[in-house]
């Protein structure tokens, strides 16, 4: 064949008298292969000369037993709140639940159809050796002339017997009794010769063999699908959702669309809105791109926008403000037939060592004064004593000295009645007259308690005459103020002072609730070494119990014991009741509000939001121009850095306080961090960092911050006493800003004429205007009453004679050192300078 020739295609090779035909294959995967297959007829020889007869139609197939046809897998309804992990792993259990079910059916069925299959393979067997044994028989007892014949004929009855079991219609004749005709498993092929390839004596030995292999095994029934590709997960989902249409309880049917009621606050996402409305977070976007917003589902929308999404949705919106979730008390009145009679709280007021401790000592039986730092009260005390008559009078103690003017202040805003303590020796002083301001402001009657009466020089006509200065007109100039003289030393007047509060308060009709939640004011706080955080509040009304759930101010807590003013432990305290609460978070500020919550999260919910506001508060910058930012660029104050511990809140306040009235334009003090309880290492850090002093008040440092103050070299300054630590700190401030200096102009003169002196320095000749120059002084130059040069008197001569000093109306000639630019019509001004202790 050439190289030009194109190459025919080859024909598939075929068979003769064969009939093509094709057969698709599936594969796993989804593969197919398409395969030609050829099946050839088999030609049926029969005898020489035997007339070939039209093949019988097949026989019917004998009735097959009647096979339990596999149950449905049970459909299995998903339980209610089940999340997608929940569900593959509910899936691929009852698959394998299926699997091994099936396993089991089969291996049943293979066991039952391998006891029928060697039932049958016996019964053919002693069939077939019966019909030997019968046809020996009867060819021994008939003549045999033609012996090969007689085979031949024998054999052809032999290889037409399962002919006829085929479904011959007319069978050869038989030499023999015919015996019934054996039940085949399935067809046999066919070969040429119409004999079949198998023998009958080896059948039994194959039954055996078939019976091995379906014989069960552990192997085998672990191993049921080895090699056979497992059922993947998404057609197992698709094939229970198909069963689960199939019996109707598929999730064709629409469902119902649930209204929610969505609550929206002032700001939120788009991604918390979708959340709160259990809808795609991509439908909201959807539907806010087309209001036209181009947002994301991070982005945060205002309240009205967030209203029109809800309403487009079909949900119910419910507005709220982040102010909702602070708790206001001024809103909750009880009502008027739920309120019970309580006793008054009653404050002491007055001036520093007038008697107030010394009064509540005789009045309670006991003796505070002694506990007090310098015989001064430090803190409030609040007590509780019964009268008498068994009334009880709650009593609070406020200290008199200057620096502690807001703890008068909130002593005078949680009581109902004022007892003013002046002393009779000494008259209204500075602090009186704050308290009586203060009780002004509060709107609550006072009592004057005219103290120190058993004095020879005591003189209580002049007190009263002294605080009509102050609008305070008493009863006895026929005023409306209450006074009464008493002495805490010997007793006097005490009765009569407790009668007068009783009267006070049966007019005021004091009462409050006392089955409500409590609420109560702190009136101190502090950190306690062994119990930690610890109020003291008095109960305004309702009733405090043990293991009540409270928010005060920025901090929450649980109640884990309460505690009277005798140190003794109770389970409950009711209205007018000063207690020691312990169990809160952090130490709260003095004058917060204690309310009572239903649960831990409530409590957990206020108080972060009030954090919050606080935080923001104490962060926000203020608003600024060009005029402040230029101010404090240029402003040279000095600032002097402290760190403030104390035992409670109210020193806290007060110490910072007295602290920040010590500034003045030249320096200020800068309170770093003031805090209550022990100095810790934080705070020894600080100080450190910030080359700052630790100001201690009724604390000490614990050993770890001992150490680090001893490597760390930071000042440590100890005081029980507030007008010890304010006195030493304006010491320290006035030693930072150095001595202070006074100038003292003695003399001015005018410059006449300059004259060349030496080489470089000049002379100038001078008339002594007023005062007096003198040689060495410091002196200022000036040309058109601007500074020109700050100097000192070098050399000073009256003609050609050095002398020490010209007075006015006389001409001199001077050389001022450091500077030569000296002209005809400046003005020279002499002036010593003193340097004196600067004081604050």
Do not use: W
Request: aromatic share 2%; net charge negative; charged share 30%.
């Amino acid at each position: 064949m050439s190289d030009s020739e194109t190459p025919r295609p080859r024909k598939p090779l075929t068979l003769k008298g064969s009939q093509p035909g094709e057969v698709k294959q599936t594969f796993s995967h989804g593969r197919t292969n398409k395969v030609v297959v050829e099946v050839k007829r088999r030609k049926l020889v029969g005898k020489p000369g035997a007339v070939e007869a039209a093949p019988p139609p097949p026989p019917p197939p004998p009735p097959a037993a009647p096979v339990a046809a596999p149950p449905p897998p049970p459909v299995r309804k998903a339980p209610p709140g089940e999340t997608p992990q929940e569900r593959v792993a509910r899936l691929q259990r009852e698959a394998e639940e299926d699997r091994l079910r099936q396993a089991e059916e089969a291996r049943k069925r293979e066991e039952e159809e391998a006891r029928q299959a060697a039932e049958e393979e016996r019964r053919r067997a002693e069939e077939n050796r019966r019909a030997e044994e019968e046809a020996a028989k009867r060819a021994s007892e008939a003549p045999a002339p033609e012996p090969e014949s007689a085979a031949a004929d024998e054999g052809a009855a032999a290889e037409a017997e399962p002919d006829a079991d085929a479904g011959s219609a007319a069978p050869a004749p038989r030499r023999f009794t015919p015996v019934a005709r054996p039940e085949p498993k399935k067809p046999e092929k066919v070969e040429q010769g119409g004999a079949k390839k198998k023998k009958e004596e080896k059948r039994p030995e194959r039954g055996n063999d078939a019976d091995k292999r379906r014989k069960l095994t552990v192997t085998r029934a672990l191993n049921e699908d080895e090699g056979r590709r497992a059922m993947s997960l998404a057609k197992l989902k698709r094939a229970r959702e198909k069963e689960r249409r199939m019996h109707g309880g598929g999730s064709s049917a629409p469902r119902e669309k649930q209204v929610r009621d969505v609550v929206v606050p002032e700001a939120i996402t788009v991604q918390e809105l979708a959340n709160r409305m259990a809808e795609k977070g991509a439908d909201l976007v959807k539907a806010l791109f087309k209001m036209g917003m181009m947002v994301t589902v991070n982005q945060t929308i205002d309240q009205d926008t967030a209203e029109l999404l809800v309403e487009e949705f079909g949900h119910n919106i419910t507005r709220v403000s982040e102010s909702d979730v602070d708790i206001v008390t001024a809103e909750d009145t009880d009502p008027e037939e739920t309120l019970r009679p309580r006793p008054p709280v009653v404050t002491i007021m007055g001036h520093v060592d007038h008697g107030k401790t010394s009064l509540l000592d005789a009045l309670r039986g006991t003796n505070v004064v002694k506990g007090e730092a310098g015989g001064i009260t430090q803190h409030i005390g609040s007590y509780q004593i019964k009268t008498k008559g068994g009334d009880k009078v709650t009593f609070l103690d406020t200290p008199g000295h200057a620096a502690f003017s807001q703890m008068r202040a909130r002593g005078a805003n949680v009581t109902d009645i004022v007892v003013l303590v002046v002393a009779a020796d000494d008259g209204i002083m500075p602090q009186t007259i704050e308290a009586i301001n203060h009780t002004k402001a509060a709107n609550v009657p006072m009592i004057v308690a005219i103290n120190k009466i058993d004095k020879p020089e005591a003189n209580p006509q002049k007190i009263r005459e002294r605080l009509l200065e102050h609008n305070v007109i008493v009863e006895a100039m026929s005023g409306d103020v209450q006074d009464v003289e008493i002495s805490a030393k010997t007793g006097q007047g005490l009765d009569e002072l407790l009668e007068k509060i009783a009267l006070q308060a049966e007019l005021m009709e004091l009462k409050a609730r006392p089955d409500r939640e409590a609420e109560a004011t702190v009136i101190e706080a502090q950190l306690d070494k062994g119990r930690g955080p610890v109020a003291t509040v008095l109960i305004t009304r309702g009733t405090l119990k043990r293991g009540d759930t409270f928010v005060v101010g920025t901090e929450s807590g649980r109640v884990r014991a309460l505690v009277d003013d005798q140190g003794k432990q109770i389970k409950e305290a009711g209205p007018s009741m000063p207690v020691e609460v312990l169990g809160l978070g952090g130490v709260p500020s003095a004058g917060d509000v204690l309310t009572v919550v239903e649960n831990e999260q409530r409590a957990r919910e206020v108080a972060a939001f009030r954090q919050q506001k606080a935080t923001e508060k104490r962060t926000t910058l203020a608003p600024t121009n060009f005029d402040t930012m230029f101010a404090g660029l240029k402003s040279n104050v000095i600032e002097f850095p402290v760190v403030v511990k104390a035992d409670v809140q109210g020193s806290v306040e007060a110490i910072v306080h007295a602290l920040h009235n010590l500034s003045n334009d030249e320096i200020k003090v800068r309170v770093l961090h003031a805090g209550v309880g022990a100095i810790t290492e934080s705070d020894v850090t600080l100080a450190a960092a910030s080359g700052a002093p630790i100001l201690g008040f009724n604390v000490r440092p614990n050993p770890k911050a001992r150490d680090l103050v001893k490597r760390d070299n930071v000042r440590m300054m100890y005081y029980d006493v507030i007008y010890h630590l304010t006195e030493e700190i304006a010491k320290e401030m006035a030693g930072e800003l150095g001595p202070e200096r006074i100038e003292t102009v003695v003399g001015r003169a005018e410059v006449k004429q300059v004259f060349p002196a030496g080489k470089k320095d000049k002379a100038a000749g001078l008339l002594v205007l007023e005062g007096v120059i003198r040689k060495g002084l410091h002196a200022r130059l000036t040309r058109e009453d601007v500074i020109v040069s700050a100097t000192t008197i070098q050399s000073l001569r009256r003609f050609k004679d050095d002398v020490d000093e010209v007075r006015a109306g006389l001409e001199c000639g001077v050389v001022l050192a450091d500077t030569n630019d000296i002209k005809a019509g400046d003005n020279l001004e002499v002036f010593t300078v003193e340097e004196r202790e600067r004081t604050l």
